[in-house]
């Protein structure tokens, strides 16, 4: 039977699975260390009892969001930063507890195998809390996210983000019947522990559609005159550089060109109440002959901000949509009293107010009208807001747009994780994906996650690409969120049926001491 290990080692344990999971992500990539690193957390904690399942859970977390999330306190300072990676943490924290108690029960009744799938749904269910709560929730960083580059990625096609989550975290559990099987000279369970843990990556050998008519698109990269939280102070600039890199994109563009994308705060000059403002985009809209759609700021409603994404096709007003998810303590702040008592950066925070419908663009084209689905910013993270935007095409051929504003986390590794959720998203909708970035990185995701015209950080560029427009709903998208409650249903039932187990089969207190080692 699995025994848990020493306190000390596992510490260590815990301490590798936080730093395996942070170098799977990018801009290191090491996809493959996701698996690894769900497997030394789940090795350290499946028989570990709730109280040290905590302990362990926390030490991981730690370990896997400090450096992850480092980008949140590049300008801000270090108290954001370490309070938003403790209470990602927390959740970790809170799952580990969980399975160390369940898996306390489970192991020693002889149930191995459903300690093990605790590890799994415990992902699963932990991702899906902390991407709904506190104040909406926070889901970045989520294992399906570190996934881009990898063959589990294309499991998203079929059970969405939640389900790549999954495989990773069953390859993760295999790995974990393999270390059982060996360290207990066990030869069949290391055979189905490998198996186990191989077996997800037979997903890359799945083919995912990139069928479809294509339209050619454009975006403009225009960079801000300097980085960090002031990177506003010359809006002017930034709204002259992106008129600029569109002047130039319109002097080379195909002649089938039909629509240009613009980032997030291209304009924060709000163009509704700036006549030169207005003037500037309409005439750089005039000049391409085709649709703009651009990120600006309105000064809206009355003593607050929205944040928008607007789409302009000629004389008239242009249509808008209004960012649906604005970031607390980032684009305003909750309790903004009381948060200013622990720091002055709580001042920073902005005063916008969410919108309260789905963005839907038609462009009109010479294959005939498509759709433009604006998504700004982190909502791109969101799996409901990112499936009801698809939806809301009403099957019509769409295209993604990704618009974004990375100045304020500087040379750090926000821009190519944001650009990697886009990538995950395009394979779960089958759509392809135009991120865009003030600063960068930007670029052209295909529905098969492949990436064309990427560019680098603080340099204006400007791109044209052909792009695959489809309009199939995706078996991800047919499921909703059936994958997450079932995942969240099977994991309470074997909580459960762990504690009727824990019942038939005494289990021994948990150690008070390290050196003291729990033998159920």
Known sequence: MPTPPRLPAGLAAAVLAGLALWLSFPSYDLWWLAPVGVALLGWATLSAGAPRGVLLGLVAGL??????????????????????????????????????????????????????????????????????TPYGGFPWARLAFSQADGPLAHVARWLGAPGVTFAVA?????????????????????????????????????????????????????????????????????????????????????????????????????????????????????????????????????????????????????????????????????????????????????????????????????????????????EVAYDGLMRDSVAAADSTDSVILVQTNNATFGYTDESEQQFAISRIRAIEHGRSVVHVSTVGVSGFVAPDGSVTGKTGLFTAAQGVERVVLRSETTPSDRLGDAPVVLATALFVLLVLASVRSGRRVRVAPEPSHPEEHPVA
């Open 170 to 378: 069953v390859a993760g559990a295999g790995l974990v019947a393999l270390a059982w099987g060996l360290l207990g000279r066990r030869p069949v369970c290391v055979l189905t522990g490998a198996v186990v843990a191989a077996l997800p990556l037979a997903a890359g050998l799945i083919p995912l559609p990139t069928d479809g008519r294509t339209e050619v698109v454009g975006m403009v990269q225009g960079n801000v005159p300097q980085a960090g939280l002031d990177f506003n102070a010359q809006r002017r600039a930034v709204l002259d550089n992106h008129v600029k890199g569109t002047l130039a994109l319109a002097e080379r563009a195909p002649k089938d060109l039909s629509l240009v994308v613009w980032p997030e705060n291209a304009s924060d000059i709000d163009p509704f109440r700036n006549a030169d403002a207005d003037l500037e985009i309409r005439d750089a809209q005039r000049r391409l002959g085709v649709p703009l759609v651009l990120g600006a700021v309105l000064a809206e409603p009355p003593g607050a901000n929205s944040n928008v994404s607007l789409f302009y096709t000629g004389p008239g007003a242009p249509q808008r949509y209004t960012k649906l998810h604005p970031v607390p303590f980032a684009e305003y702040i909750p309790h903004r009293e009381f948060f200013a008592m622990f720091t002055p950066a709580a001042e920073l925070a902005g005063n916008f107010v969410a919108g309260h419908t789905i963005g839907v663009f038609r462009v009109p084209a010479a294959g005939g009208t498509y759709a433009a689905l604006p998504t700004i910013c982190f």
């Open 63 to 132: 370990a896997f969001f400090v450096p992850t999330l480092s980008w949140s306190g590049v300008y801000v300072g270090k108290l954001p930063w370490f309070a938003l990676a403790v209470l990602e943490a927390l959740y970790l924290a809170l799952m580990s507890g969980v399975v160390g108690f369940a898996g306390r029960r489970l192991v020693p009744a002889g149930h191995s195998r459903a300690a093990l799938l605790l590890v799994p749904l415990g992902w699963v269910v932990q991702e899906w809390a902390r991407s709904t």
